[in-house]
């Protein structure tokens, strides 16, 4: 395997995607049945599955609170599906979220990366419990309309709250390319709103929610309008440097159905075509909609809400591309939302009749304590799951999708003899007793073999300091096998406090044979700054027996440098090395 210039992890990754699959739908489904079962158990002994849904205040559920709830349900439901994509374990963290700090302060930047530092250790059981979360919260939401769906609507609201910040960058608030248009500011944040709404008491959210979040609404407008306006946001200029044309060029680049492309396509062209023009539509727009909510609880004025509501439709099209699609689509973006917050809470619906109920009483009932049950499931073993694998080792996940499983041999390792960093000679068969983990670094190399040397670092901090583990580094540049330049590369990168460690050279003949007796592929030209070589660790047990080879392209990005480490944790905890 290339130690240098190794193509990107697919995010499709057959393997990885296999054992997402596994854990999703056949794992978790297991357990979430078993969680189901019991609750039902504990229901039917507390009497409580021939009642649910039928309380007083649910029964009087004002229409507007029946919309809201089923509504983002509904959106919850759609997120977590959209979760289940086989990109996420991979792609979500890397792809999603870390482009998403650029531009934000210096402590929510350190909480994004911290953020995907903790997905790329467990992606595969993150993955998972978001996804079967989401999906129980919108279930538990759309059936619910008493207890049980307030409990939810809290749920919802710490889980989007984690989302707005950790995943979303808080909506982009901070960055200064912000737009209305383009999200901000953040589906999430409307998802906290539409949860708080439906934790609330029936009589509060009755009193208060139609004039409460219409001039909410209005004021978030009136704000949008100003970002709108701003030179800086570049939707005043022509051509294909117009911020609309650009995001249609974005938006369509992702794999769509053709006609979808071909309409947001020839907006951003006439977007690009008018200039400013089609900003004053929006600046418009959202100014009337702003003054139209602002009054509309008072007057009963419905249509604000209308124009809003269909404004927001055709944004979410033209502009937000009806965003399902790529792969990697974590929500349905802003603009839906929106939508349904404002018709909610639109005056038309506030004082309305509760929605009346067509199925059997003891059809509501029953069939909605098993769903509750399921639901509830889903959301208490996502939790319960996500939890233990913060907690838990690292997945060798990323390790897989980058280099494959590691290799079982039996072998007699090629033994040889070579000096080390101290000038004293170093012999592999002359440390039995002891596990080796052999390795080849180049002393100039400022790429892979640097994460490399980082990784067997963690390695052997992570086991006890009496472990009997020798970590063994061979020069892998024909033209840097000096003392002083292994020493340089041993200050550089802090490994002088490593215990048993031996970065070894010796006579190119000499190590040249160690290279080819291992099946290292070394490649390097005269005027070359570093060499390319295979990356590989070798594990080799106190008999002098080679017992693993590991692959090991070592990512190079913050989150993902220990790429091998727990793999290598996990095959020498097999082999009794603590």
């Known amino acids: ?63 507007g609170r029946t919309y809201l709830r089923i509504g983002f ?112 500011p953040g589906a999430a944040l409307l998802y906290i709103v539409a949860g708080i709404w439906l934790a609330l008491p029936l009589r509060t959210f009755t009193e208060r929610f139609s004039r409460y979040t219409l001039r909410g609404l209005s004021v978030l407008l009136a704000i949008g309008a100003v970002l709108q306006f701003l030179p800086s946001r570049d939707f005043w200029k022509g051509g294909n440097a117009n911020a609309l044309t650009v995001m249609a060029k974005n938006m369509t680049a992702t794999p769509q159905p053709h006609p979808l492309a071909w309409i947001v396509t020839r907006f951003g062209d006439v977007a690009g075509t008018l200039g400013g023009g089609i900003n004053i539509i929006v600046i418009l727009w959202l100014l009337i909609c702003a003054g139209g909510l602002w009054f509309a609880s008072e007057h009963g004025l419905r249509w604000p809400t209308r124009t809003f509501v269909i404004g927001c439709l055709i944004v979410w099209v033209v502009v937000q591309d009806v965003p399902f699609w790529g792969g990697l689509a974590t929500d349905v973006n802003s603009m839906l939302p ?108 400022w790429t892979d073999c640097p994460l490399l040397a980082a990784q067997l670092k963690q390695v052997r901090s992570e086991l006890s300091p009496s472990a009997k583990i020798d970590i063994v580094a061979v020069a892998a540049d024909p033209y840097h096998e000096k003392l002083a330049d292994l020493n340089h590369f041993i200050t550089l990168h802090s490994l002088s406090g490593v215990k048993n460690f031996y970065f070894v050279t010796g006579k190119l003949a000499t190590v040249q044979k160690v290279w080819h007796s291992f099946g290292i592929g070394v490649s390097m030209t005269p005027t070359a700054k570093m060499s390319i070589h295979s990356d590989y660790v070798f594990i080799i047990n106190p008999r002098g027996r080679l017992k693993w080879i590991v692959p090991d392209e070592p990512l190079a990005n913050w989150a993902g440098q220990h790429s091998a480490e727990s793999e290598l944790l996990t095959l020498l905890h097999e082999s009794g090395v603590h």
């Open 1 to 63: 395997m290339p130690g240098m210039g190794g193509s990107p992890i697919s995010l499709t990754n057959p393997l990885v995607n296999s054992i997402f699959r596994h854990n999703a739908f056949e794992t978790s489904v297991s357990w979430i049945i078993g969680i189901a079962l019991l609750l039902l158990v504990v229901a039917s002994l507390l009497r409580r599955v021939n009642t649910f849904n039928l309380s007083t205040s649910g029964l009087s559920e004002p229409r």
């Open 73 to 184: 349900g509904v959106i919850w439901l759609v997120d977590g599906v959209l979760q289940f994509q086989a990109s996420m374990p991979l792609g979500l963290a890397n792809n999603v979220v870390a482009p998403l700090a650029g531009g934000t302060p210096a402590w929510l930047h350190a909480i994004m990366f911290d953020g995907i530092g903790i997905w790329n250790n467990h992606p595969i059981a993150l993955a998972v419990g978001t996804a079967w979360i989401q999906v129980g919260i919108g279930v538990l939401l759309i059936i619910s309309n008493a207890t049980v769906g307030r409990i939810a609507a809290a749920v919802s609201v710490g889980w989007a709250a984690m989302i707005w910040l950790v995943g979303n960058g808080a909506g982009g608030i901070f960055q200064s390319s912000n737009s209305i248009l383009f999200g901000w």
């Open 338 to 445: 929106l939508a349904v917050l404002a018709w909610c809470a639109s005056p038309a619906r506030a004082s309305v009749a509760p929605l009346r109920r067509h199925l059997p009483v003891e059809m509501r009932s029953s069939s909605g304590a098993v769903l509750a049950s399921f639901a509830s499931a889903m959301v208490l073993f996502a939790a319960v799951s996500m939890g233990w694998a913060t907690v838990a080792s690292a997945e060798s996940t990323l390790y897989l999708a980058q280099n494959g499983p590691a290799a079982a041999v039996n072998t007699v390792a090629p033994s040889f003899t070579l000096t080390d960093q101290h000038d004293v000679t170093y012999s592999l068969d002359e440390h039995s007793g002891r596990y080796t983990l052999l390795t080849f670094l180049d002393p100039e190399c």
